[in-house]
């Protein structure tokens, strides 16, 4: 497996500033996270294209800012905004793909307690499905991502997605699940083997979010739960900017995983 870094460890310093850094560590897997409307233009991802791949970067995957509101966007009963929203995310997943990015990942819906009625879960697969086949129109895959304030929190939500939208895929997040009260076994269980994408860090109790190293994770297992799902792509490190001081922290725990990867 490859490990690489989300941008997002460096918010909110600007992305085109940071692909430089992240070639300077070592890694060519990379997730860019988009951090508002004007970085979905053309003019701007085009050039932050070229700039990855004369870094040596593989872009694989983009996280846009709006997974704060793709429940507003995408699945409320207003389905005017439903269609501006899938126009939306048609242009992300179009510049997705002319970054060369693999998988979109997806947040969906907050979680406020809601219970789905049988008519509202079938329109929710309706636009699952259409999310889908946007992603496939442009070679893109759409990754649904276990989020502590959404729904998808819940291994058994994403057991009915799983069931319900097959050509849905995944993307693993460790503190997400810490933060959700889960064990990130349970995502693995729920969905392994649609797993395409893995945003990794460390925690330790009473901390959520710290690098690969710093906690009690045991990567070990982790990577040997993975390959027995039969995952064998790339694990992204994703901090936040609080949780390391220089790069050379980063790079430490770019070295560490990539033992337990490589064996």
């Known amino acids: 497996m490859r490990i690489g870094i989300s941008t997002a460890c460096f918010y909110p310093r600007p992305v085109e500033e940071i692909l430089p850094v992240l070639a300077g560590l070592g890694v060519h897997a990379i997730e860019i996270f988009f951090n508002t409307e004007s970085e979905f233009s053309p003019r701007f991802y085009e050039p932050l294209g070229e700039q990855a791949r004369a870094l040596g970067l593989d872009v694989v995957s983009v996280h846009p800012y709006t997974s704060l509101m793709e429940g507003l966007l995408l699945f409320s009963e207003y389905r005017r905004r439903t269609e501006d929203g899938l126009m939306q995310y048609q242009r992300y997943l179009e510049c997705a793909a002319a970054l060369g990015a693999r998988y979109l990942t997806f947040h969906g819906e907050r979680d406020m307690g809601q219970t789905d009625t049988p008519d ?25 991502e276990n989020v502590a304030w959404c729904r998808s929190r819940d291994p058994d939500y994403l057991r009915a997605l799983y069931r319900a939208v097959p050509a849905l895929r995944y993307t693993l997040d460790i503190k997400q699940a810490h933060r959700a009260g889960r064990d990130w076994r349970e995502f693995v269980a729920a969905v392994g083997d649609r797993i395409v994408n893995v945003h990794i860090n460390d925690f330790a109790e009473g901390q959520s979010c710290l690098l690969p190293g710093a906690g009690s994770m045991d990567y070990a297992d982790f990577y040997a739960a993975l390959r027995a799902a039969g995952y064998h792509g790339h694990t992204l490190i994703e901090v936040y900017r609080a949780n390391f ?3 050379e922290e980063l790079a430490h725990s770019v070295r560490l995983l990539s033992r337990y990867a490589a064996v």
Do not use: D, F, P
Request: proline share 0%; net charge positive; with cysteine.
């Open 120 to 144: 509202r879960w079938k329109r929710k697969c309706e636009i699952y499905h259409r999310l889908c086949g946007l992603a496939a129109a442009c070679g893109v895959t759409l990754a649904q």
């Open 245 to 247: 001081g220089g790069t």
